[in-house]
């Protein structure tokens, strides 16, 4: 049904199609011919838009030269009246007056005469402001707020702002210098002078800015450029006061007196920045560091010259720490009394590194501490030197009178435990030393910045103080533009510590190496003292008239068995003294003291073993000590052996049981003999007709040599 329906209106839709399609045709025509009446109407009418234009600018023109008559004529009017109005002495009339003639001027620019249409209003101005300048001044003293404000509205409308604040700036600074100079008449200290005079400045900073602010638009800058020209404008002025105090100071107090007075200084410039921090967006940050610079500038001379200042000053101070003394265990005391007292300068000169230049003198601390240690471990060889000369141990001569005397040998072990403290305290202040550093002048190192172009880390930081406000008082860099190579050094060891770390540093290299070659002096002063009364008996061997004078009944002896001779005294010496030495060096092992430990660890000792000898000593520092002594013994004596001009047969068998008599020392001690001994002992056992094949298992110089003195052929 609905089929046939549509069907049915088939015809009746077309129809309407039809007539729709007609009328679209229709719209277009009467479209085109409306669009061609426009463009015809356009043509027509555009030369009269532009005729009208050309009316409406010369209209433009008109009004502007009929406002300038006027204006010229307003000009002539207020000119001839001004003179009227300055009579009146009212200068809120003569204010009005003059912005008046200000604003007629603006539009007489083109005029023949405006320069000296200003010439004059700069003349009128003047006199109004030397007409006013009384009541400013009695305005700014009396701190009305009322007059102030309208002083402000009138120069403000005459364009004498920057006069205005002349005056202001003129009547407070002058009350400050007059105090300033009332404070330098007093019989005060500088450093009270100082304090007096920051505390008055900082409250004027608080009393003035609240008073500005109810007077002047920019309150802060205007108080700021204030401090900035008090500051330039005291008489005398800070820095000849400083340098003054500092020729007056004697060299042994003076950094001490730079840094009481630039703690005054410290403590007005963080009460100034407490004060405007609040307010730093609202800040010109310009006239803050200029107010900076100011504050802190006086000090700059001194700050470039630290590392100069810290040195002769840790020089004074470590010369007056006596090491030397009459007797040894004083010398012996001092010297361990003295690593404390080392290290507290040491630590003192951080806190003044700090303290004066914020880290960035830092480059010159180094200096002044490696001055500092090269002159302590000067005194401590020097005192070294001095023991060694009272124990006598640089005059060993050979002295038949033996006598055990380990007082030398005790001290020299304490020494050596001193060693030890120097070197752990050295190692505590070096890390100490980079973690403060880096603490402190770290911030100025910028993040991005590379060891190999100073100038890149220069544009790192421009742009990041752009991307957010900076503290002026925490940005104040005097290094940076006063000495760039020391910046750049600076910035050089920043970076290598934050990279490797501040445990894996260099920083007091060359001072820990000095302090090693003080240990290793301690343990040559140990040996030679135990050494000396071993060494003293040898010296006797090539001497002995034993050795070429025959024995009683030697011709009947000579076939006797060796057991019947015994150690001649020297050896017997000798081997008891060997003996006795673990129990002296007993503490080696026992005592427990780590900075004993350190120093012996770190310590070389004279005569090492032989290479293939086993080392099983290296464990146990009195095994280490016992056989490098014994080593010493046992080639000493080899030595002097070699010297011997002549051997009986008899002498020849006593000397093989002094050797042998030393051998057995070794044994209970579990010590090995040495080569070149056992090689002697065995040429002096050998019998003649012996000798040379003995002589074929030992080297050739030492077979001749013993050879000589036993009288046979090799």
């Known amino acids: 049904e609905t089929s046939h329906q549509a069907l049915q209106n088939m015809p009746r839709v077309l129809r309407e199609v039809e007539v729709l399609k007609q009328e679209a045709t229709f719209l277009k025509e009467q479209m085109i011919l409306v669009k061609e009446d426009i463009k015809k109407f356009e043509e027509d009418t555009a030369q009269s838009m532009q005729v009208l234009v050309e009316i409406d600018r010369v209209k433009s023109r008109m009004q502007l030269a009929a406002e300038s008559l006027q204006e010229a004529d307003k000009w002539s009017t207020l000119s001839a009246d001004i003179e009227e109005t300055l009579k009146t002495q009212d200068v809120s009339v003569i204010s009005a007056k003059l912005t008046s003639m200000q604003s007629s001027l603006a539009m007489l620019v083109d005029t023949p005469d405006y320069s000296e249409k200003c010439v004059h209003l700069e003349a009128l101005k003047n006199r109004l402001e030397a007409m006013a300048s009384p009541q400013i001044v009695a305005a700014f003293n009396s701190q009305s707020v009322d007059q102030a404000k309208t002083f402000v509205k009138v120069f403000t409308e005459i364009d004498r702002m920057p006069q205005l604040l002349a005056y202001y700036y003129k009547c407070y600074k002058v009350q400050l210098v007059a105090a300033w100079q009332d404070l330098c008449q007093s019989d005060l200290s500088l450093h009270r002078q100082l304090t007096e005079l920051y505390d008055t400045l900082l409250g004027t900073w608080h009393s003035q800015l609240q008073w500005a602010t109810q007077v002047f638009k920019n309150p802060h800058e205007i108080v700021t450029v204030l401090l900035i020209q008090t500051l330039g404008a005291l008489v005398p002025s800070i820095p000849v006061c400083l340098s003054t105090a500092m020729e007056r100071t004697g060299q042994e107090t003076k950094l001490n007196k730079l840094l009481e007075l630039y703690d005054a200084t410290i403590h007005f410039a963080k009460g100034l920045e407490v004060a405007m921090l609040p307010n730093l967006k609202e800040q010109n940050l310009v006239k803050v560091m200029e107010l900076v610079e100011a504050v802190y500038g006086p000090y700059k001379p001194y700050q470039l010259e630290y590392g100069d200042l810290e040195e002769e000053n840790l020089l004074i101070q470590i010369s007056a720490v006596p090491l030397e003394h ?68 640089d005059d060993v001569l050979s002295d038949s009178f033996f006598q055990e005397d380990w007082t030398a040998f005790q001290n020299s072990v304490r020494i050596i435990t001193t060693c030890g403290e120097l070197l752990r305290q050295c190692g505590d202040f070096e890390q100490q030393l980079a973690n403060r550093i880096l603490s402190t002048a770290g911030k100025y190192l910028s993040d991005s910045y590379s060891p190999c172009s100073f100038s890149g880390f220069q544009d790192t930081s421009s742009a990041e103080k752009k991307s957010s406000v900076k503290n002026p008082w925490q940005e104040y860099n005097y290094l940076l533009k006063e000495n760039p190579s020391e910046y750049a050094s600076l910035m050089e060891t920043l970076y290598t510590l934050k990279e490797k770390g501040t445990s894996n540093h260099n920083l007091l290299s060359s001072s820990r190496s000095a302090l090693s070659r003080l240990n290793q002096l301690a343990h040559h002063l140990a040996f030679d003292s135990v050494f000396l009364r071993i060494k003293q008996q040898l010296l006797l061997v090539s001497k002995m008239e034993a050795w070429n004078s025959g024995g009683i009944g030697e011709t009947l002896t000579d076939d006797l068995p060796n057991f019947s001779l015994t150690p001649l005294e020297y050896i017997s010496n000798i081997g008891q003294y060997i003996m006795s030495l673990p129990l002296h060096l007993e503490p080696f092992v026992t005592q427990e003291d780590s900075a004993l430990e350190l120093a012996l660890h770190a310590g070389k000792l004279p005569y090492p073993p032989e290479q293939g000898d086993e080392l099983p000593e290296l464990d146990n520092m009195a095994d ?44 209970a001690l579990g010590l090995q003999p040495s080569r070149t001994l056992q090689n002697i002992v065995t040429l002096l056992k050998a019998k003649p007709e012996d000798y040379r094949q003995a002589a074929k298992s030992v080297p050739r110089r030492m077979a001749s040599s013993i050879a000589a003195m036993r009288g046979l052929e090799c």
């Open 326 to 393: 009459w007797e040894v265990i004083d010398c012996v005391q001092e010297l361990n009394h003295s690593v404390n007292k080392l290290f507290i300068l040491a630590s003192g000169a951080i806190d003044n590194c700090i303290k004066l230049t914020d880290g960035l003198g830092a480059c010159g601390l180094l200096k002044a501490l490696k001055a500092l240690f090269t002159k302590y471990t000067s005194d401590f060889t020097n005192t070294l030197q001095s023991i060694r000369k009272k124990c006598k141990l």
């Open 624 to 667: 280490y000590w016992l056989g490098s002594i014994a080593r010493a013994t046992m080639q000493t004596y080899c030595e002097v052996i070699l010297q011997i001009p002549e051997l009986t047969v008899h002498s020849t068998k006593q000397l093989a049981t002094d050797i042998d008599y030393l051998i057995n020392v070794m044994d």
